[in-house]
């Protein structure tokens, strides 16, 4: 075999292992990515049923209810639009409570609640996730479903980071 055709199939044997490899980590990266809805797209029907995504918005005051084994609990999580029922079994942040800010990640069964895995609770008084406060700014400009009453929870402004040094 000639060294040009040596080269040729060196080449061709190459692009095919990085095609291989390529295909091999988009999988992966796709199996592992939890996008963010917020809960009118999961009453809308946007979200994938069995499929991990994440949904954020305000924990519904009242809503949290604990079972006996002190472990598992139910919440109401908003963006004073629509509701989404969340059960979830772990222990919950320190700074998660009702009235604030919340983004929990898991999967939505197919009675329409969501059964979280991961419940993260905003960090400080001001920060809210971008996602979160963009779903809630969006649903209380369109004031539908909740109204526009001034009894209606409004999102908290997100926290500028400083620039880095």
């Not at 199996?31 to 305000?58: C, W």
């Not at 084994?69 to 004073?80: I, K, P, R």
């Not at 059964?115 to 779903?135: C, S």
């Amino acid at each position: 075999m000639r060294a040009r055709h040596q080269r040729l199939l060196l080449i061709t044997g190459a692009l095919a292992a990085l095609a291989l490899i390529a295909f091999f980590v988009f999988s992966a990266l796709n199996d592992n990515m939890a996008f963010f809805y917020s809960p009118t797209d999961v009453k809308e029907g946007k979200a994938p049923k069995n499929k991990l995504f994440r949904i954020g918005g305000l924990v519904e005051t009242g809503s949290l209810t604990r079972q006996a084994d002190g472990v598992t609990l139910s919440f109401v999580v908003t963006d004073t639009r629509a509701r989404i029922n969340v059960h979830y079994k772990g222990i919950l942040p320190d700074l998660f409570s009702e009235g604030k800010g919340v983004v929990t990640q898991g999967r939505l069964n197919d009675e329409g609640i969501f059964v979280a895995q991961e419940v993260l609770a905003k960090h400080d008084e001001n920060y809210m996730p971008p996602e979160a406060a963009q779903a809630l700014q969006k649903a209380h400009e369109k004031g539908v479903g909740g109204g526009t009453s001034e009894s209606a929870p409004k999102p908290e402004p997100a926290l500028a980071l400083p620039p880095a040094i």
